[in-house]
């Protein structure tokens, strides 16, 4: 079963604009969350995290707001780039558990539109 | 290098065969992840390496597939009697201690089975 999802394949988006993308999990065990951005050809590389004692971190264009009631984390890049462009998985973990793996979800390919 | 390195980056090899899979980590990284990501989905976790040891195989899908890390450095990821299903990208990280620590991806290898 999937325990990270996000429910949107693909967005568009105009560059300058603002990008939401949106991912829900069922495991509530679950304390620790990050994104990673993917190019083509390349592996993920790791964009933001926050851990579940806060509900936001902000980095730059990028800031990732987490709503532990709803089980919803989103990721928001304002002014959106081009290079922004590619697939944006999210992931978590239940660190304090001990567990040691990442729960990925399926990805959601950004394209920032010039 | 800087990164995490795997070779090769690309595999095709023939239903049955036997095949490694290697991974360089970050220097200094002691914890190394090898997951699977099949097309149109995420990243799922395989294996993890504390060490020389591994903490958790509870991802590897059967006793076809096994991995070592014996020098708490380079891994390799071995798959006998490759089947198609086995066809997909394996993706190396590296971590300086664990989840909790944002993991470094490598490019990943795609391995076809013919």
């Known amino acids: 079963d999937q325990q990270v999802k996000q429910n949107s394949p693909s967005l568009s988006v105009q560059e300058g604009r603002i990008s939401i993308l949106n991912c829900d999990y069922t495991?509530?065990?679950?304390?620790?969350f990050l994104w990673y951005k993917k190019y083509p050809a390349e592996g993920p590389t790791f964009l933001i995290s926050?851990?579940?004692?806060?509900d936001k971190n902000e980095d730059g264009r990028f800031t990732v707001f987490l709503n532990k009631s709803a089980k919803h984390l989103s990721l928001h890049i304002v002014p959106s780039q081009p290079g922004d462009s590619a697939v944006y998985f999210c992931?978590?973990?239940?660190?304090?558990?001990?567990?040691?793996?990442?729960?990925f979800g399926t990805g959601t390919r950004l394209t920032v539109i010039p | 290098g800087a990164g995490v390195s795997q070779t090769p980056s690309n595999k095709v090899t023939e239903k049955g065969k036997y095949v490694e899979l290697r991974c360089d980590p970050i220097?200094?990284?002691?914890?190394l992840y090898w997951y699977r990501q099949s097309l149109g989905q995420g990243p799922e976790f395989l294996i993890y390496?504390?060490?020389?040891?591994?903490?958790?195989d509870s991802g590897l899908p059967n006793d076809r597939f096994f991995a070592v890390r014996p020098e708490g450095s380079v891994s390799t990821l071995k798959i006998q009697r490759t089947e198609r299903g086995d066809s997909a990208v394996y993706l190396c990280?590296?971590?300086?201690?664990?989840?909790?620590?944002?993991?470094?991806f490598g490019q990943g290898t795609r391995l076809t089975v013919v």
């Open positions: 990280a590296s971590s300086m201690q664990g989840i909790g620590t944002e993991a470094f």
């Open positions: 926050i851990s579940s004692i806060k």
């Open positions: 220097s200094g990284h002691t914890a």
């Open positions: 390496f504390q060490g020389t040891g591994a903490a958790d």
């Open positions: 495991n509530s065990m679950f304390d620790y």
């Open positions: 992931a978590a973990s239940a660190s304090l558990t001990g567990a040691n793996n990442l729960f």
